[in-house]
C-alpha cells in the first residue's frame, strides 16, 4: 500500500512539472518596429572620445490587453532577426519574467528585453455617429 502511495505521488509530481514546463505561446500583434542605436565609448585620444554605434530594434507588440515595448539587440550587424517582424504582423509570443519571447518563422525563439508594458486602450464597441449640426 506504502508503494502504491509513494508511486501516486511521484506521478502526480512528474506531470505537474511537464505541465509548468510547458511554453504557452499566445497570438499577437507587433504594432511597430524601430531601429535606433546607442553610442559607446571604445577609448579616448587625449579628450576626445572614438565612439561605435551598436544598432538595436525597439519593437512594440501587444498581447490580449497588454502592450509591450521590447528591445531586441542583434549580436551581429549581419543578424537581421528583426527584419521578419513589421508593423501589423501576427507573430506567436510569451512573457518570461522581465522578457517577451516571440517565436520567428523559422520556430526559433527570440528573446527581447521588456523596458514598458501598459494597458491597451480599450476598442470602442458600438461606436455612436457624431451629431450633425444644423
Excluded: C
Excluded at 28 to 34: M, Q, S
Amino acid at each position: 500500500m506504502r508503494h502504491l502511495t509513494v508511486s501516486a505521488l511521484l506521478i502526480l509530481a512528474f506531470s505537474f512539472g511537464l505541465s509548468a514546463a510547458e511554453k504557452h505561446y499566445q497570438n499577437a500583434v507587433i504594432l511597430k518596429v524601430e531601429q535606433k542605436t546607442h553610442t559607446r565609448i571604445l577609448y579616448w585620444v587625449v579628450d576626445t572620445p572614438i565612439t561605435q554605434d551598436d544598432p538595436y530594434y525597439e519593437i512594440t507588440a501587444q498581447l490580449a490587453n497588454l502592450i509591450y515595448i521590447a528591445q531586441y539587440a542583434p549580436m551581429h550587424h549581419a543578424d537581421t532577426s528583426a527584419d521578419e517582424w513589421s508593423a501589423g504582423s501576427k507573430v506567436q509570443a510569451r512573457v518570461a519574467g522581465g522578457h517577451l519571447i516571440l517565436k520567428r518563422t523559422d520556430g526559433t525563439d527570440v528573446e527581447l528585453a521588456i523596458i514598458k508594458r501598459k494597458a491597451s486602450p480599450p476598442a470602442e464597441q458600438n461606436p455612436q455617429p457624431a451629431p450633425v449640426g444644423k
